[in-house]
Nanobody
Framework: QVQLVESGGGLVQPEGSLRLSCAASNSNFGRYFMAWYRQGPGKERELVASITNGGITYYADSVKGRFTISRDDAKHTVYLQMNRLKPEDTAVYYC???????????WGQGTQVTVSS
C-alpha cells in the first residue's frame, strides 16, 4: 500500500507563500490520481485541488488563481504552491492518492498551514 508523507506547512503572514510537498512511497505513482484537501477549524474536509496522471487539474473556486498543483512522477511527488495566502486558508492540508488500477485510496497524515499576522 502506498504511503503519503506531506511536508512544507508552517506559519506565514497574509499575502505570503508556501509550497507543500507530498512524497509517495510507491513506484507506481504515475498511475495515481492525486489531490490536496484541507480541513479548517470547525469545518469539514474540502477538496482544494487535484491532478490526474495526464496532468489535468481542478481547483476549488476559493483558491483559483492563487494555488497551483503539480506533480513530478519521477520523484513520486505532488506539490501545492500556495500564493497570496489568506487567513481563511488556515487549515490542516492532506494529501490524497487514488490508484487508477486498484482504486486503493490513501491519505497522508496532514500538515498544518497557519496564515496569520
Amino acid at each position: 500500500q502506498v504511503q503519503l508523507v506531506e511536508s512544507g506547512g508552517g506559519l506565514v503572514q497574509p499575502e505570503g507563500s508556501l509550497r507543500l510537498s507530498c512524497a509517495a512511497s510507491n513506484s507506481n505513482f504515475g498511475r495515481y490520481f492525486m489531490a490536496w484537501y484541507r480541513q479548517g477549524p470547525g469545518k469539514e474536509r474540502e477538496l482544494v485541488a487535484s491532478i490526474t496522471n495526464g496532468g489535468i487539474t481542478y481547483y476549488a473556486d476559493s483558491v483559483k488563481g492563487r494555488f497551483t498543483i503539480s506533480r513530478d512522477d519521477a520523484k513520486h511527488t505532488v506539490y501545492l504552491q500556495m500564493n497570496r495566502l489568506k487567513p481563511e486558508d488556515t487549515a490542516v492540508y492532506y494529501c490524497y492518492g487514488q490508484s487508477y488500477i486498484t482504486d486503493q485510496r490513501t491519505w497522508g497524515q496532514g500538515t498544518q498551514v497557519t496564515v496569520s499576522s
